[in-house]
């Protein structure tokens, strides 16, 4: 079918003991791109994976490949024959053939069609020379790349990831995750990689799709993700957060920091202000005065430092706020470590600030 999505799925959902683990999860992936289904241990990523590959049945819903309906609650397409590969934390190599046994098992063809294959994708990943070696005799890394090799032999439309690089060791993961992207997109397959690191979905994807408690709560590129949230958990999902409240009058909502737009919330609705660490400005006391309000910063707010402590690349310094006694948290790059109680004064930029409504079960 003309312009159909490589991968799309329509209202799957998946119950076990009456509990929807998959809610009407709806996903469309085009060819080429990389797709992040990225959320918390057990909102049900893991599962929409197994169900797309063929590995677990939905309750109801509907998978299509390339505009074919591959599965409904009917009829079935094998999972061998839905040119869908799979990777997952577990490599899965077998331990009795070698490298190139395993990149070339599962291939039809010719024995020397087979080999050839698997030596052209050996020497895409860089380990060729290890063709004729065992799994035990590489590194964690290395056999992650002999497990990408062979998932992609075949040639899949589609490519899924569970979770493949977490079992890394943490200097290793951003350049194999970088060379594991090159090698798809150079193949040509569609991903769907799930993840429960936004880091990695941010490095990674073309688009994320953002899953809580079963559902889809926000999808789109990683840059409208992290500056547009769809809610506060959203923003806390990517980062560090604080979070002021206030009630909104005339479309405005006061805070000790100035007045905040809350436009289409009525009055008299509480509400939520978010806003992350790297977000807020620190300024010296000046015996008692803050530096001037102005409408990008709006008004100084005065606290004391609690802690500061030196993380890398940034400082992390949290105040205990004149004003109700809270702690606020902000980052400054490089090292900035103010001794405990120095009073200083903090701006908030508006144009980086979120507001949402307080559902009413949060306020009680």
């Not at 590489?138 to 979770?163: F, H, K, N, T």
């Not at 790297?278 to 709006?298: C, E, K, L, W, Y």
């Not at 090292?335 to 009413?360: K, M, N």
């Amino acid at each position: 079918m003309p312009n159909a999505p490589r991968l799309e799925t329509r209202d799957l959902v998946r119950r076990f003991d009456g509990t929807a683990v998959v809610d009407h999860v709806s996903l469309s992936l085009e060819p080429g791109n990389v797709t992040c289904l990225l959320g918390p241990s057990g909102c049900g990523k893991s599962t929409t994976l197994r169900m797309i590959a063929g590995v677990e049945m939905q309750d109801s819903g509907e998978i299509y490949v390339d505009g074919n309906l591959v599965c409904d609650t009917v009829f079935r397409v094998p999972p061998e024959r839905r040119s869908i590969g799979l990777m997952f934390q577990d490599f899965a190599l077998f331990p009795h053939l070698s490298v190139g046994e395993n990149v070339a098992f599962g291939l039809k063809g010719a024995g020397s069609e087979r080999k050839a294959r698997a030596r052209a994708l050996l020497d895409r990943v860089g380990l060729v020379h290890y063709i004729d070696e065992y799994p035990h005799q590489l590194s964690g890394g290395e056999q992650q790349r002999v497990a990408l090799a062979r998932a992609l032999a075949p040639r899949p439309r589609i490519m899924l990831m569970d979770e493949p690089f977490s079992g890394l060791d943490n200097r290793l993961r951003d350049g194999i995750r970088d060379e594991t992207l090159d090698v798809l997109k150079e193949e040509g397959s569609s991903v769907l990689l799930v993840t429960h690191e936004p880091e990695e979905a941010m490095r990674m994807a073309d688009e994320i799709a953002l899953m809580r408690g079963g559902r889809i709560v926000q999808q789109g590129a990683p840059y409208n993700i992290y500056n547009a949230p769809a809610d506060k958990e959203a923003v806390a999902f990517f980062s560090d957060i604080n979070v002021l409240r206030g009630t909104v009058r005339g479309a405005l909502t006061e805070t000790p920091f100035g007045q905040f737009l809350a436009p289409g919330v009525p009055d008299g609705q509480e509400v939520e202000i978010v806003f992350r660490p790297q977000h807020v400005s620190i300024d010296f006391d000046r015996n008692g005065r803050g530096p001037n309000p102005t409408d990008m910063a709006g008004t100084p707010a005065r606290g004391v430092v609690e802690r500061a402590r030196f993380m890398g690349s940034e400082s992390l310094v949290e105040f205990r706020m004149d004003f109700d006694g809270g702690v606020l948290r902000a980052t400054v790059p490089n090292v900035f470590l103010p001794s405990r109680g120095t009073p200083l004064w903090l701006t908030v930029r508006r144009d980086r600030c979120f507001v949402f409504p307080v559902e009413r079960s949060d306020a009680a």
